[in-house]
């Protein structure tokens, strides 16, 4: 008999008889400590046992929305301004009804069963199962909302000193590259691309401008000046985009949000790439031409600056 079993309530008994896990006194009903724990429609399941029906339209149609949070000592990096795209994705597809103080509260009960400092929360929202048909089922069909958090792989140290390559593509990818949709196909062809190049990744280019990464912005060092491209339809806004710009900002180092070509990536100081796992990436080769030998000053302050911003901020 396990020695703390006296202290636990009633429900939490149930629960770890229900699942099988091991559970600590004190936690909430419903979360079984060490076990990996998803959130699927409001229930707490292993992994193992989380299922989604094949008439999802997530599967079916890549109909839905996802966000990715970073977790740094044991908390939420700028949780708010990522319900904030989420919002706006959930109304581009418009997809209303989804109670976000409620997936907050449920991403905060999956962070405290979280051993780590640091990892990852990926939430995924989709238009529920339905027989397959392309019109929007009617309203009693509830959304499929499922998250979980897992640790994340560090980046390499060598790439993060020494600069990653890759390549260009085009940027085939839809007039609505703003919405955090999950249709990432173009997303992924272009990334397995650059791994069969032996390339890190691939930057999009429309019309002869730089777009984004596959998974992430991107940013140069052109004539001593920070730039990215700005905010349009063809970009996902990211988070560590907009952290970015505030530190560059707090830094005094002078900031461009205009689009900028291939060529002026070739000619620039500094390239890198920013994202929610990807943080601060220097870019040192692209297409084969060198950028620099090392990652440059710039994409060093800058990925100091935002380490020391996540574990002191929330
Ligand atoms: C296409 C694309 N661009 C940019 C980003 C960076 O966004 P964030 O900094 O919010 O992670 C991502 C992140 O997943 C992405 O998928």
Same mark, same amino acid.
């Not at 970009?235 to 990211?238: Q, R, T, V, W, Y």
């Not at 297409?287 to 800058?302: D, T």
């Given at each position: 008999m396990d020695m703390l079993e006296p202290d636990l309530?009633?429900?939490e008994r149930e629960w770890a008889d229900y699942t099988n896990c091991p559970i600590v006194p004190g936690i909430k009903p419903g979360f079984p400590r060490n076990c990996m724990k998803v959130y699927l429609n409001g229930q707490w399941v292993e992994e193992?046992?989380?299922?989604?029906?094949?008439?999802?339209?997530?599967?079916?149609?890549?109909?839905g929305v996802y966000e990715v949070v970073h977790i740094y000592s044991h908390r939420f990096f700028e949780w708010n301004r990522h319900m904030v795209r989420l919002r706006r994705s959930l109304k581009a597809i418009d997809l209303p009804g989804i109670d976000l103080e409620a997936i907050g509260r449920a991403g905060e009960q999956l962070l405290e069963s979280f051993d780590g400092q640091e990892g990852a929360l990926y939430l995924e929202i989709t238009r529920g199962a339905h027989p397959r048909s392309h019109p929007f089922p009617s309203a009693d069909v509830l959304p499929t909302i499922l998250m979980w958090i897992r640790p994340i792989a560090p980046l390499d140290p060598q790439w993060?000193?020494?600069?990653?390559?890759?390549?260009? @593509?085009?940027?085939?990818?839809?007039?609505?590259?703003?919405?955090?949709?999950?249709?990432?196909?173009?997303? $992924?062809?272009?990334? !397995?691309k650059a791994h069969k190049m032996g390339m890190f990744d691939a930057i999009f280019v429309r019309d002869g401008m730089v777009t984004e990464s596959t998974s992430a912005n991107v940013f140069i060092i052109y004539q001593g000046r920070l730039q990215t491209a700005p905010v349009s339809n063809y970009?996902?806004?990211?988070i560590t985009r907009e952290v970015i710009l505030e530190i560059a900002h707090e830094n005094g180092i002078p900031v461009v949000l205009e689009p900028f070509s291939v060529?002026?990536?070739?000619?620039?100081?500094? @390239?890198?790439?920013?994202?929610?796992?990807t943080e601060v990436l220097p870019v040192t080769q692209v297409?084969?031409? $060198?950028?620099?030998? !090392?990652?440059?000053?710039?994409?060093?302050?800058?990925l100091r600056e935002l380490k020391k911003r996540a574990n002191t901020v929330s």
């Open positions: 309530r009633k429900e193992q046992d989380a299922r989604i029906s094949f008439d999802d339209r997530g599967f079916l149609f890549g109909d993060i000193e020494k600069g990653v390559s890759v390549i260009t @593509v085009a940027d085939d990818r839809w007039a609505k590259v703003w919405i955090k949709t999950i249709c990432l196909l173009p997303n $992924v062809l272009a990334k !397995e970009i996902l806004p990211g060529d002026d990536m070739l000619n620039a100081s500094e @390239v890198f790439l920013t994202g929610t796992t297409n084969g031409q $060198v950028i620099g030998q !090392e990652a440059g000053a710039v994409s060093r302050l800058l």
